[in-house]
């Protein structure tokens, strides 16, 4: 059985970086489209980034476009979210999805989830 697992988030200052991590287990990741989501309290889900299985196709939100990178490493069975000058608004749980489509509106009809990492930016 697929399961997702993130890692990396934290408390950063403004204008800093952190890299999430979502490794994969129970099934290989070079098959699995992968979608990063974040929920901010009190706020919808929100898609930010996703990358197909091929690593060919990546879209981003415009909230996040210039300075997230998603990117993955089928031998390591990972995938990561590498966010650059973060702003307090970036505050929120992210996670990360498979078992979808990665696609230019970034929709969330994937079915499996990770259970998320609290990313806060804050001085």
């Known amino acids: 059985q697929l399961q997702l697992k993130e890692s990396g988030g934290g408390l950063v200052q403004p204008g800093g970086s952190l890299r999430l991590s979502c490794v994969v287990s129970g099934s290989t990741l070079e098959n699995s489209d992968i979608g990063w989501f974040r929920q901010a309290p009190g706020l919808k889900r929100e898609g930010i980034s996703c990358?197909?299985?091929?690593?060919?196709?990546?879209h981003y939100a415009d909230s996040v476009k210039g300075r997230f990178t998603v990117s993955r490493d089928n031998a390591k069975n990972t995938a990561y979210l590498q966010m650059n000058s973060l702003k307090p608004e970036d505050t929120a749980v992210y996670y990360c999805?498979?078992?979808?489509?990665?696609?230019?509106?970034?929709?969330?009809?994937?079915?499996?989830w990770g259970q998320g990492t609290q990313v806060t930016v804050s001085s």
């Open positions: 990358i197909s299985s091929s690593g060919n196709y990546i």
């Open positions: 999805a498979a078992g979808g489509h990665c696609t230019w509106y970034l929709n969330n009809d994937y079915s499996t």
